[in-house]
């Protein structure tokens, strides 16, 4: 957790635990040979009592001649304003003074003095809630900058060390309230599970242990298993069904879980219910679809299933615009670059190319635009003048309907050219009277 050289600041609140903690540190800084200051975060909940707390926190750094460094914040206010638990607010305010003393004062971690009965809580309290593996795995020793040395310890052990030292520390009225969730899960939960195994904080430890090592290999198998039947496509992930039907149910939901959470930037509120909502769909008819959980939505499209953000109600408000096509030279329009040039007839070799077509010119009617799809477009498909709807097209050649407003068709004044990507209308192909020759080339920017 910490290397000589290292900056440290410690989370100390003045309760039994920060203080063993600001105790231990200090103990072992010179031993170690890193530097430590202290964060104290003032929740303004709790009036003269919590700013008293705060008080003896700095004098007894005062006492251990340990920097001091106190952040107020206004909980109850943020609580309000975010619509949110005064313990979650508290949580939040707190992580985020934190980050902020690091940044402030060069730390290169931060200390908190999280303990194994705090371990067992939380276990319990999400296991109540519901959770799938990681909710087992509890609180980790190591996160990111935070670190939490006395992870290995319960606070008995905690307050005996207290006790040794002749150490004072101060109790939190809020601690002996069972109003907060995590009171009621410490003041009686936790003792009746020591009524029937004394070692239950330990054991709930060790398990949190197994579950963290466990889902560590199985992170690593699932994101192979992802990579190799999961594509991002123009911002949505779209799996393949097949491969998906082929793994266990529980690789199936971590997949499908974690792809949601790349959609939604975040995998907070993401429950099994969204998650087996989505996976439902594989098995229903294509263009079934759900909304889940913060913001994201699944359709099945064909063998896919689609996971994306769900779309704004701005969406398709650009789609119905024509870009003026330069002949010859270059047009941008979107993510497309289209270049256009006349070409020599007598020495053109006409391939099958995706993104490279020669029409006829002379049967071009007026200027050429670039465009999405309207209502009532139509391609021409054989010399006989029989023409398809794009819609029609779209839906014969499993075109996803997510993508069919984003592809571009090069139109004239009159009908559509090119299906960009896809197909060329038949009456623009070139024939034995065809005279001059537009060689159009698309590239990607």
Same mark, same amino acid.
């Given at each position: 957790?910490?290397?000589?050289?290292?900056?440290?600041?410690?989370?100390?609140?003045?309760?039994?635990?920060?203080?063993?903690?600001?105790?231990?540190?200090?103990?072992?800084?010179?031993?170690?040979?890193?530097?430590?200051?202290?964060?104290?975060?003032?929740?303004?909940?709790?009036?003269?009592?919590?700013?008293?707390?705060?008080?003896?926190?700095?004098?007894?750094?005062?006492?251990?001649?340990?920097?001091?460094?106190? !952040?107020?914040?206004?909980?109850?206010?943020?609580?309000?304003?975010?619509?949110?638990?005064?313990?979650?607010?508290?949580?939040?305010?707190? !992580?985020?003074?934190?980050?902020?003393?690091?940044?402030?004062?060069?730390?290169?971690?931060?200390?908190?003095?999280?303990?194994?009965?705090?371990?067992?809580?939380?276990?319990?309290?999400?296991?109540?809630?519901?959770?799938?593996?990681?909710?087992?795995?509890?609180?980790?020793?190591?996160?990111?900058?935070?670190?939490?040395?006395?992870?290995?310890?319960?606070?008995?052990?905690?307050?005996?060390?207290?006790?040794?030292?002749?150490?004072?520390?101060?109790?939190?009225?809020?601690?002996?309230?069972?109003? !907060?969730?995590?009171?009621?899960?410490?003041?009686?939960?936790?003792?009746?599970?020591?009524?029937?195994?004394?070692?239950?904080?330990?054991? +709930?430890?060790?398990?949190?242990?197994?579950?963290?090592?466990? /889902?560590?290999?199985?992170?690593?198998? +699932?994101?192979?298993?992802?990579?190799?039947?999961?594509?991002?496509?123009?911002?949505?992930?779209?799996?393949?069904?097949?491969?998906?039907?082929?793994?266990?149910?529980?690789?199936?939901?971590?997949?499908?879980?974690?792809?949601?959470?790349?959609?939604?930037?975040?995998?907070?509120?993401?429950?099994?219910?969204?998650?087996?909502?989505?996976?439902?769909?594989?098995?229903?008819?294509?263009?079934?679809?759900?909304?889940?959980?913060?913001?994201?939505?699944?359709?099945?499209?064909?063998?896919?299933?689609?996971?994306?953000?769900?779309?704004?109600?701005?969406?398709?408000?650009?789609?119905?615009?024509?870009?003026?096509?330069?002949?010859?030279?270059?047009?941008?329009?979107?993510?497309?670059?289209?270049?256009?040039?006349?070409?020599?007839?007598?020495?053109?070799?006409?391939?099958?190319?995706?993104?490279?077509?020669? +029409?006829?010119?002379?049967?071009?009617?007026?200027?050429?635009?670039?465009?999405?799809?309207?209502?009532?477009?139509?391609?021409?498909?054989?010399?006989?003048?029989?023409?398809?709807?794009?819609?029609?097209?779209?839906?014969?050649?499993?075109?996803?309907?997510?993508?069919?407003?984003?592809?571009?068709?090069?139109?004239?004044?009159?009908?559509?050219?090119?299906?960009?990507? !896809?197909? /060329?209308?038949?009456?623009?192909?070139?024939?034995?009277?065809?005279?001059?020759?537009?060689?159009?080339?698309?590239?990607?920017?």
């Amino acid at each position: 957790m910490i290397h000589p050289g290292d900056v440290i600041g410690a989370g100390v609140s003045g309760g039994a635990d920060s203080v063993c903690l600001l105790l231990m540190l200090s103990e072992l800084k010179e031993k170690m040979g890193f530097n430590l200051f202290v964060v104290n975060v003032e929740h303004g909940i709790r009036g003269e009592e919590s700013l008293s707390d705060s008080t003896f926190v700095e004098e007894l750094c005062k006492k251990m001649r340990v920097p001091f460094y106190r !952040y107020d914040v206004n909980v109850p206010a943020l609580a309000e304003e975010l619509k949110i638990s005064l313990e979650e607010a508290a949580r939040k305010a707190r !992580y985020e003074a934190f980050g902020k003393a690091c940044r402030e004062h060069g730390a290169t971690g931060i200390a908190i003095a999280h303990n194994m009965d705090d371990n067992a809580e939380t276990v319990i309290h999400n296991m109540a809630r519901g959770t799938s593996l990681t909710g087992l795995a509890g609180i980790r020793p190591v996160r990111d900058d935070i670190i939490r040395p006395l992870l290995c310890l319960t606070r008995s052990e905690i307050e005996e060390y207290l006790a040794a030292k002749g150490a004072s520390f101060r109790t939190d009225s809020t601690n002996l309230s069972d109003e !907060y969730t995590r009171n009621k899960i410490r003041h009686r939960i936790i003792p009746e599970l020591e009524n029937l195994n004394p070692g239950a904080p330990e054991h +709930i430890m060790a398990l949190s242990e197994d579950v963290s090592d466990a /889902l560590s290999v199985l992170g690593d198998l +699932i994101a192979r298993k992802k990579d190799g039947m999961a594509k991002n496509e123009a911002g949505e992930w779209r799996i393949d069904i097949s491969l998906l039907d082929k793994e266990a149910d529980y690789v199936q939901r971590e997949i499908v879980k974690s792809l949601m959470a790349s959609a939604a930037g975040g995998s907070k509120d993401i429950g099994r219910v969204h998650v087996n909502d989505a996976l439902a769909l594989c098995h229903k008819e294509t263009g079934s679809r759900c909304s889940l959980s913060m913001g994201v939505e699944a359709e099945r499209e064909y063998d896919s299933l689609i996971i994306r953000k769900t779309a704004s109600e701005d969406k398709g408000k650009n789609l119905d615009i024509s870009v003026p096509v330069s002949v010859p030279g270059a047009t941008d329009a979107g993510n497309i670059s289209l270049r256009t040039s006349f070409a020599d007839k007598n020495a053109i070799k006409i391939e099958k190319k995706t993104y490279t077509k020669l +029409i006829d010119c002379d049967k071009i009617k007026g200027r050429l635009f670039l465009r999405h799809r309207r209502t009532g477009d139509m391609l021409a498909v054989n010399e006989a003048g029989g023409r398809i709807s794009i819609k029609d097209y779209f839906i014969n050649e499993k075109i996803p309907r997510s993508l069919r407003d984003k592809i571009w068709l090069l139109c004239d004044e009159e009908q559509v050219i090119w299906i960009v990507g !896809y197909r /060329l209308s038949e009456a623009f192909k070139i024939k034995e009277e065809t005279v001059r020759v537009l060689e159009l080339e698309i590239t990607e920017k």
